[in-house]
């Protein structure tokens, strides 16, 4: 099993800055490809962020210049930086890796979801 522990979430105010975490255990052997998604309220699941495991990032539009997705491997972690917030990027947070893992006897690349961290930013 893979486990993925979301941080860094919080309240804060338009301009401010957050970075989230995505932290993922078990017995893995490689990260692949890594994605952010949000959610606002009444709103479609919208993918804000991805990079792939040779480091290529690609960023929606709403976000793009605003927000870096990164990767630390070593600590099978990755991040999303968030800079001048505006409240439209009020949403729950997802973190989704495809972990190559070790589960039971066998090898599987396992498509893993954090719990969701929220971000309010307020006006």
């Known amino acids: 099993q893979v486990q993925l522990v979301e941080s860094g979430g919080g309240l804060v105010q338009a301009g401010g800055s957050l970075r989230l975490s995505c932290a993922a255990s078990?017995?893995?052997?490689?990260?692949?490809?890594v994605s952010w998604v949000r959610q606002a309220p009444g709103k479609e699941r919208e993918l804000v962020a991805a990079?792939?495991?040779?480091?290529?990032?690609n960023y929606a539009d709403s976000v793009k210049g605003r927000f870096t997705i990164s990767r630390d491997n070593a600590k099978n972690t990755v991040y999303l930086q968030m800079n001048s917030l505006n409240p439209e990027d009020t949403a729950v947070y997802y973190c989704?890796?495809?972990?190559?893992?070790?589960?039971?006897?066998?090898?599987?690349?396992?498509?893993?979801w954090g719990q969701g961290t929220q971000v309010t930013v307020s006006s």
């Open positions: 989704n890796l495809k972990v190559a893992a070790v589960v039971g006897p066998v090898f599987e690349v396992v498509d893993s």
């Open positions: 990079i792939t495991s040779g480091a290529i990032a």
């Open positions: 078990g017995r893995i052997v490689s990260i692949r490809d």
